[in-house]
Every structure is written in structure tokens, then in C-alpha cells.
């Protein structure tokens, strides 16, 4: 029980509590914690000494304090909990609390490298059908591997950033053409963010997960079909998906998913050791896509065939380092129905078959369309917590 | 004419002038022009007000700097200039200038994004010969557009960084199977290193190339080709290049290499409207690939297809930013001959026709084995410069 106002049974109550990077009108960016419909300002609670890290509380990002490493994540957790909680605090952290509807919220960390996985069985069969129909809907190594890419770090963008349609080359019966995008799409991920470093060399195991993992945040990773269609042959997607990729602006800590953790679809055939996790646990995620305001979709992030641990020692396996603020994110989430996919290239299966929303109907994305990508996890002591979702508007191309 | 004793005549004399960041024992990282076999400390300088730039050379990284702009890199490079050859500064110059062999190098420039390119068409046809024979040797998008992906950033390493042998999985007859690469290969490229960066949203267009990138690094872009040939389908090529990517110490500034511009091959079919640069130029920059101190490849980048302007403005045609710090590398730099080209898999066909290193036979890296890139180009006033090299030793895997 908090005694902040309308947290008790809020999905952003005092078992959730995600970090975020906030700014007032004029003022530095800091960092904050959600409880609520308020952020509890954690620089002016440092300055005041009541809570303690060093000063990695006051930055502008939460990569210094990421850097930590889970010990003092936890006491400063603990902390927080107490001082929200505990009624003889509150006349001190009382007015250290901003109502969210005064606050802009920015980027929460600086992101080194973003690493882009594939790991939906569903969304991989989905797109295999879809692209090449007739033919095994899994290439030889999916089950062997978790495959993954990585993406441009530079255009990762908090939520609620316009999106501008991206230009670029797609191919047409006439040869290829270049103009604004014309299969504008989403993909609902979950992203993991590394917070303790490793050095290069080094692989960090599957048991390592959480030394090095930070938090989760809901990412949407826009992607223009048309332009990846005519260029990721044969080194990958690049242009489609770089113009920009959407994150939450609070990112979950570990600790607040400890009841969301469960056991993952079982791989067969067996994985190789170093991709072994015993025991091997997915995260209970239920996500919602919404389409201008309409619920399209309700992707199960527990249906992953690879897990958030597997995905992190495939990326280090070959000695590659991590950095503080590393983003790895799931690749798109899609569930077995047509009700669960994670984008509407699956939804409206290649383009063939249009969606109604609103009032209006769709395959891609049309100028001025919004999307938001939610979650609610199971949280501690039987409560729900929801994740910050990630939302972006349509802007035309220029 | 410079007063510094052996820079007269040097592929690292006046007309040159790389920056690169180096330390002397028990010192901060500080910047410094190469002239000779000397280090000009350019920290140093700018605290005795020699040369003025904000600060911007007193720091551990080439970043600031490169922030500045065209015009500061101009009046840098126009007053380090004035000082290495007026024999009026000399007494205040000389003591500033340190021997190379006391210093250690460091990485010059933190790098943001990198992205590789795939810009070669003797490479790519050669790789479409030796994965796809009986085939058309490039793909059809190649001539449309410049090929490229994205790359790790945090494991991009300065010269002389031993490179450890990767772990992976790859493909055999029994299936897949963990363990040390058995193909480990280089790959030299020419890396081009972005200075002033560009809002989210906006392209930056082929004529705009000498106001965004400072300069020039030589890139061995390590490559395990067992661990990549299986895991790069449908994504591109992930942990078979992200264990290391070394690039050389020194940064070699555009103005040095003013005279290096030459007319590139003509491209046919004609490009689309973004990709036009008139005029269409490339640079006249000869490699060299030394394996174990023998010289076994002198590529020619002057014959790559695609320019160093039409790849950035590809990059950011959809509306990518760029950041301070950003590496977009050439790709392979093959010439039409066998002795020309910039892997090991096209010197050895596959591995299947394997050549003699000093007394041994090789198809793909052994552990021990050291492999140096080096360049040199027509400099300023008829002189050669020397671009700094390239070096990594294998290591054996752990």
C-alpha cells in the first residue's frame, strides 16, 4: 500500500514503479519514477538525500545508473518503495511529485547498439508464407538460432515522436521506383536493455540475464515493406527499418516482472549449450496494438520461442561486448491467430486482405494514422502492472 | 616544406597531417597530428594557445572536433600547417612534437552508428560466383542501389587490437555445430568517418558529402565466414562480423586527399535522381594486404562501382540522421585481378585453391597470424601520402 493518491490498484502502483527521463518547462532533464498519474522526481529526491547512488540519479539519462549493476538496482528500489509507502516520508517525497500531465518525457537512455531478433515461430511462419508461399515457412535455421540483425541505434526514438513516411527505392513491374513508402508498417516488440556492460571477448551465459539486464521497454519498430522488399538481399534489412524505431518512455526494471516470468514454449529440436537456459522462461506479456484508437490486435509476448536469456548469450557468443544502454529487442510478437499478430503486414495477410478501422479501411499505414502498442504484465502480489507503451503518429513525407 | 627533421619527402609529411588520439604513460588520452615519426600534441598546442578551437582538441576522443564543421577543420588544419613549416614557431612547436614510439593509440573517434557497405562489384560478383555458381553473379537490386547493413558499433577496435578467434555455430553435414570459426577471413575496406550530423527526417544529399564526413580510416572488417554462411538468412550477416571491426589509428582529414579524386567507373543502368552526383568521383587510394609481413593483394579503390557520396546520401535518403561519429565503411575493395582483391575468400576462391604465406600453405586465418592493410594516394603538390595502416593479430579462441 502507497499513500500516494490513486495509486492503490493503479497497474502503475507501488510494485510497478519504471524509470524515466522527464523535464519541466525550463528546467534539466532528470530522472523519475512513475506511481501513478505522478512522476516522483529521483534528482530532487538525491539532491535531498533521500536516496542514495552516487549521483546517477541526476543525469540526463538512466545510463549511469543502469551501470550500476543489480545490487544498488535493488536498494534504490527498495528505497523508493519505502519512501513511498511508509506515510512519515511523505511529507518529504510529497512534493517531489509531478503530475504526468505537466511533464515532457524524453529518451530514458542513451542507446549504444541496437540489436533487432526474429523470435515469434508465429511472426516467422507468418512472413514465410506470406513471402514465399509453397515453400517451408521456416528457413533450416531458425530452430537452431535466434536470428538477429542489428539496427541504427541513432534513429531510436522516445514515444510519441512523429514518424515521417520514410523515401526510399521499391521495386515495380518497370523497375524500381523512389518515392515516399507505400507499405508503411508497425512491429510490436519487447526490448531489452543492457545495463552492466561486458568486456570484448567474453561471452555472457544464458544464467547471466539478469547481472547484465537492466529493464524491458515496448518498442515499435516502424518498418517500410516496400523498400526492405527491394533491398535486404543479401545483407539485410537496412533502409526500411532505419528511419526510425520507436521506444517507451519508461523502461519496466527486472524486479517488477518477477511474477511474469513463465515458462517458454518448448524447442525442439534441442538447442545447442550455450543456448540451453534451465530453467527456460519467457515473460507473461500481453500486448495490445491499437489503430487510431481501435484495439487491431493482442500479441502474447509468452508465445516466444526464444527466450530474452538465449537471445542475449547467441548476441555474445562470439566475444562480441556489451555497453550500457545495448537495446535488443524481440523481434515482432505474434500469437497463433490472425488476432495476435504484432503487424499488420500478418493482418491483413501481405496486403491481401484490409482491415476495417474506424470507419475506414486499411492494409498499410495512411498519413496521419496513430498507433500504440501497450502491456500488462502479471505483478508482484497478485497485482497487474502495465508497461509505458509506445505511440507514434503518421507525419507525411517531405 | 616542413622544419621537422625526416618529414620532407615522408608519406607522412606536411602535405598529410592525420589525427589520431594517443597517450603517453600515465597521461590522459589527448589529440595529435602525425607528421613524420612524430606525434604533434595538439592538446598540448591549443593549451599554449597555438591553435584555437574551443577546447574541442583537449579532449580524450576526435568527436567535438569533428562537430565543428568544414570551416574550423579548414582553419585547424590551415594553422597546424603554418606552425609545422614556419621556422618561426618551431622553438615553441618542437617540444610538443613526441616520438611515435612512445605512444599508445588509441580508438580515434567514438563511433556512433557504423554501417557497412557492399560497394565493390568485383567482390560482389566474385562472392556470387563462389556461393551461387551458375548464377547471375550479382542480384538484381546491386546496380540500383548501394547495398548495405548495419554493423556493432561498441566492437569496432583501433589498430593493433589482438582480435580473438570467434565461437559460433555453423553448418556441417550432421547439422549445426559449436565451436572456434574455421573460416576466419579479413575484409579491407575504407571507412568514411562523419563529422557534422543532420536532423532526424531531413536527407543529406550527394552534393552536401564534404560538409557532413571530416575523413578517412582504413577498416578491416574481420569476417567469419562458416559462422556467417549460416546464420545470415533472411537478416544479413550478425555474429559472423560483430566479434571485432578494427580500423586504423589515424584519421586522414578530406582536405589531404583533395588531389585522390577521381573520375569513378560509369555506372550503368543510369542511377536514380538521389544517387546523380556530378561530378561522379571516387578516390584513387591503393591498398595493400600484408599477411604475415607478405604483401598478397594491392586493391584498388578507385574501381569500386558506388562513390563515397552516393553511399551517405543512400544512408539517409529515408530520413536517417546522422550523428557525430557515425563509420559508414566501403565494403571489400577488389580490383578485377586475383592479386587485387580484399578477402581471403576470393584469394583462395572458396578455400578451395589455397596460397603460400612465407613457407606455409593458407586458405582462411590461422591463430597467430597478423594481417596489416595499408594505403597510399596521390597527396597535395605531387607528393604520395600514406594512410594510417590497419593491423590485428588472430588469437586463439577461448
Known amino acids: 500500500m502507497t499513500w500516494v493518491t490513486g495509486a492503490n490498484g493503479s497497474p502503475y502502483g507501488v510494485t510497478n514503479l519504471p524509470y524515466g527521463v522527464f523535464r519541466t518547462d525550463g528546467r534539466e532533464p532528470r ?3 512513475r506511481i501513478a498519474d505522478q512522476v516522483f522526481d529521483l534528482a530532487a529526491a538525491e539532491a535531498a538525500d533521500l536516496v542514495l547512488a552516487g549521483g546517477a540519479l541526476s543525469r540526463a539519462t538512466l545510463n549511469e545508473f543502469m551501470a550500476l549493476g543489480r545490487p544498488q538496482w535493488t536498494a534504490v528500489r527498495q528505497r523508493v518503495t519505502e519512501l513511498l509507502t511508509d506515510e512519515a516520508h511523505r511529507a518529504a517525497v510529497q512534493p517531489l511529485l509531478v503530475p504526468l500531465a505537466e ?4 529518451l530514458p537512455f542513451e542507446v549504444a547498439d541496437y540489436v533487432d531478433f526474429y523470435s515469434s515461430e508465429h511472426h516467422a511462419s507468418n512472413v514465410g508464407q506470406i513471402f514465399r508461399p509453397g515453400q517451408p515457412p521456416l528457413l533450416p535455421n531458425w530452430k537452431h538460432l535466434p536470428i538477429g540483425y542489428h539496427g541504427r541505434a541513432g534513429t531510436v526514438v522516445v514515444s510519441g515522436t512523429p514518424v515521417v513516411r520514410p523515401r526510399g527505392q521499391r521495386a ?7 518515392g515516399p513508402s507505400v507499405r508503411l508498417d508497425i512491429e510490436a516488440e519487447v526490448g531489452f536493455v543492457v545495463g552492466v556492460p561486458s568486456p570484448l571477448g567474453r561471452p555472457v551465459g544464458v544464467d547471466d540475464f539478469a547481472d547484465h539486464v537492466f529493464g524491458v521497454v515496448l518498442v515499435n519498430d516502424w518498418s517500410a515493406r516496400d523498400i526492405q522488399a527491394w533491398e ?7 533502409l526500411g527499418k532505419s528511419f526510425a ?12 516482472l518477477g511474477a511474469a516470468f513463465v515458462p517458454a514454449p518448448e524447442q525442439d529440436p534441442p ?7 534451465v530453467p527456460h522462461l519467457g515473460l507473461d506479456l500481453r500486448l495490445t496494438v491499437e489503430w487510431n484508437g481501435e484495439r487491431v490486435s493482442e500479441p502474447p509476448f509468452a508465445t516466444m520461442y526464444w527466450t530474452p536469456a538465449q537471445q542475449l548469450a547467441h548476441l555474445t557468443v562470439n566475444g562480441a561486448s556489451l555497453r550500457t544502454g545495448d537495446l535488443y529487442a524481440s523481434g515482432t510478437v505474434s500469437g497463433p491467430e490472425r488476432t495476435q499478430v504484432g503487424s499488420f503486414l500478418e493482418l491483413t495477410w501481405g496486403g491481401t486482405e484490409p482491415v476495417t478501422v474506424g470507419t475506414q479501411s486499411r492494409t498499410f499505414l495512411a498519413d496521419g494514422d496513430t498507433v500504440t502498442i501497450g502491456a500488462t504484465a502479471p505483478g508482484p502480489d497478485g497485482t497487474t502492472i502495465a508497461l509505458g507503451e509506445v505511440t507514434g503518429t503518421i507525419r507525411p513525407a517531405r
Open 31 to 33: 530522472i523519475g519514477v
Open 103 to 106: 511533464v515532457e518525457m524524453l
Open 172 to 178: 515495380t513491374a518497370d523497375g524500381p521506383v523512389t
Open 232 to 238: 535486404y538481399q543479401p545483407l539485410g534489412p537496412f
Open 245 to 256: 524505431t520507436s521506444v517507451a518512455a519508461w523502461v519496466t526494471p527486472l524486479e517488477a
Open 271 to 277: 538447442v545447442v549449450d550455450y543456448l540451453r537456459d
